[in-house]
């Protein structure tokens, strides 16, 4: 059985590999049983264990175990999140292949993310705002790289200290970045809007986005989660990763229940985007809206491309 440590499984996952093979494991279909999430007991009231597996028949097998610990940078100076990624053959259930789970998490999510934009965002879409400075949201403006010609970069984070160390580290890998304070105005000047937070409060309101943004909203995965406003899902083009957003997250579960939005209402899952049963944004000054709460389809897709090298 091979082992891929944080270095090894980064290194074999570049964005425009990672996007492909979510696409195509996307067209090409994926068994993906729910989610498991467990409420962990512990000081951390949020503390939760995830376990995500996915299968494709007589090819691999996967399952994905997460902790999230949302304390965890104010109470151990740790991430609040934490994987280890179990590969299989699924022909006979033999385990090849342990990896980082914290970079298939961050790099698929960022992957997917990026991949949603291909068919979400203007063709001509060039700034980009993420709100967040964690793992995921590093990864962002690496992934939307690969798919738009993305040239201004800001970075808000609720603590500011944190947005300045990502825009360092974005400016020494060669983008134009900068830490902004003021989200509003951010909002305001951004093509793209990506937020990759842990949020339980809106942060992105709907009155601040202009017409032909793409909203990308993929942080929050529970329901007491939210990092935009109710009517965020009003009026605009609503997209999920997969139909367990609408189960799930916060983002989506408060508009519905307030009168603001009903399922009925999602254009398209990211499956229906890469199959071309919808073609994506139709117009320039569409306000596009993506949830997502990540799907181990994805997973499988990044560990297999780390198994295969």
């Known amino acids: 059985m091979k082992i891929f440590d944080y270095q090894a499984t980064g290194e074999r996952l570049p964005y425009p ?4 093979s979510i696409r195509q494991i996307f067209i090409a279909g994926c068994v993906v049983p729910r989610r498991h999430i467990h409420a962990v007991d512990g000081d951390d009231a949020a503390a939760t264990l995830l376990i995500m597996p996915a299968w494709q028949k007589n090819k691999f097998m996967g399952i994905k175990h997460v902790t999230i610990y949302p304390d965890n940078g104010k109470r151990h100076g740790l991430p609040g999140l934490h994987s280890t990624y179990t590969l299989f053959d699924a022909q006979n259930g033999v385990p090849v292949a342990v990896m980082d789970g914290n970079q298939i998490t961050c790099r698929r999510t960022a992957a997917a993310s990026a991949l949603a934009a291909k068919y979400l965002a203007r063709e001509d879409a060039r700034n980009l705002l993420i709100v967040g400075a964690g793992n995921v949201a590093r990864e962002i403006a690496p992934a939307y790289a690969a798919v738009r010609n993305i040239g201004k970069v800001r970075i808000w984070n609720i603590d500011a200290d944190k947005a300045h160390r990502l825009a360092g580290d974005l400016k020494q890998q060669g983008f134009d970045a900068e830490a902004v304070t003021d989200l509003e ?8 809007v990506s937020c990759a937070t842990l949020s339980t409060a809106p942060l992105v309101l709907r009155e601040w986005v202009q017409k032909g943004t ?19 899902f009003a009026g605009t083009s609503v997209f999920v990763d997969t139909d367990e957003a609408l189960d799930k997250a916060g983002d989506l579960l408060s508009p519905m229940a307030a009168g603001e939005f009903a399922r009925e209402q999602v254009l398209s899952d990211l499956e229906g985007l890469c199959q071309g049963r919808h073609p994506g944004r139709t117009a320039a000054d569409e ?23």
Do not use: C, N, W
């Not at 105005?185 to 793209?192: L, P």
């Open 17 to 20: 590999a990672l996007i492909e």
């Open 185 to 192: 105005a951010a909002v305001r000047d951004s093509d793209i």
């Open 214 to 232: 793409h909203i990308d909203l993929i942080g929050s995965f529970k329901p007491d989660m939210r990092e935009s406003d109710d009517a965020m």
């Open 287 to 309: 306000i596009t809206v993506y949830k997502a709460v990540g799907a181990a389809s994805e997973d499988l897709a990044a560990a297999v491309l780390v198994y295969q090298g």
